[in-house]
């Protein structure tokens, strides 16, 4: 038998079996639109990237990512090499949103499982942008990961690990508020220098910085609501030194975006972030797609127009802009395809 043209990778237990589920209801549809397509489903951290690696270079020219954030991440690793590049630039990566967050697609507006299998196989598809984060592994190697969505420093590097205990009644939003009240309470602020491409140093003590090419994070929190995913920027947000009061009181506005009006959050526009502990016995952890698979110190970039993705709601809406988020470095230089960062150690 060929090898497959449309490669379909799905976690099982993602959004606690309605991955499952959905792939169940949606295979039909999928195999009477695509004549050679296969179904591979995960089975454990990391294994989607494999899956995805492997579909690739057996010349599959689009893969489908069935799940939730952490899922499509771990499919677009797969396109990624270790210097941050699309190695496969002539394929396409289709999403279909059905896990516990589901961020990315939020910003495209609302939709349904059935919409997004629609747009998968109509298409088109469109050029977006993704980010790449050169960081220290938990071993301590360097490790280059790609992120669609967003990547964050500081406390959310906790909540990750706490949404995984989250009981199971709970629903997104309210698994990610008890998880991030739960980290907020353990969470010390750390000191840490962030330079732009501009490549003016900001020492902070730092709560939370956060690197959006999407808008939403952490179950629909409206974390950067004038992001775009293809307009070749990231999207930064950082917070610090106010205390876990005022930064409960920052949480509970951020689910409408009103947390932009408060004077100790801090906005910019930029290509390029680098960020590195003071202290190089701190550990500041990474989140990428709500994942955690690092430490500071790391670089940050965007890939501009680096994939060609299909899902319902691209390509994506201009934001309302509040003129908040003020470009850095060269505003008016066209974004290039691929700038790579710096790591700092």
């Not at 992120?147 to 990750?160: C, Q, R």
Request: glycine letters at 12%.
């Amino acid at each position: 038998m060929s090898n497959p043209d449309v490669v379909c990778i799905f976690n099982p237990v993602s959004g606690g079996g309605k991955t499952r589920k959905c792939v169940a209801t949606a295979r039909p549809v999928l195999e009477a639109a695509f004549e050679n397509i296969e179904f591979r489903a995960t089975e454990g951290p990391g294994h989607a990237t494999m899956l995805a690696r492997a579909a690739l270079e057996q010349g599959a020219s689009l893969v489908i990512a069935f799940g939730g954030d952490g899922t499509t991440n771990e499919v677009l690793a797969g396109f990624v090499g270790d210097d941050g590049a699309n190695l496969f630039p002539g394929a396409e990566l289709a999403i279909v949103a059905t896990g516990t967050g589901s961020d990315f697609v939020r910003h495209l507006g609302p939709t349904t499982v059935e919409a997004q299998v629609r747009a998968v196989i109509d298409g088109p598809s469109h050029p977006v942008d993704y980010g790449v984060a050169q960081m220290v592994s938990s071993d301590g190697q360097p490790l280059t990961r790609p992120f669609l969505n967003e990547a964050s420093v500081g406390v959310s590097g906790l909540v990750g690990k706490y949404v995984q205990r989250a009981p199971r009644m709970f629903g997104p939003a309210a698994s990610y508020v008890w998880s991030s009240v739960r980290s907020i309470s353990e969470h010390r602020d750390k000191g840490v220098t962030l330079l732009l491409e501009d490549d003016v140093p900001i020492r902070i003590p730092l709560t939370l910085a956060v690197f959006a090419n999407g808008q939403y994070f952490g179950g629909g929190m409206w974390i950067a609501p004038e992001a775009r995913c293809d307009d070749g920027w990231l999207d930064v947000l950082y917070t610090g030194g106010s205390g876990k009061a005022h930064f409960l009181s920052l949480l509970a506005r951020v689910f409408v975006g009103k947390h932009l009006t408060s004077s100790s959050v801090r906005t910019a526009r930029s290509r390029t972030v680098r960020m590195v502990p003071d202290d190089d016995r701190d550990v500041v952890l990474i989140a990428l797609d709500g994942e955690q698979p690092g430490r500071l110190p790391a670089t940050f970039h965007i890939v501009h127009h680096g994939i060609r993705v299909r899902a319902h709601g691209l390509p994506a809406r201009d934001p309302v802009s509040t003129g908040l988020f003020k470009p850095v470095g060269n505003a008016d230089e066209e974004p290039t395809p691929v700038h790579v960062g710096r790591l700092l150690h």
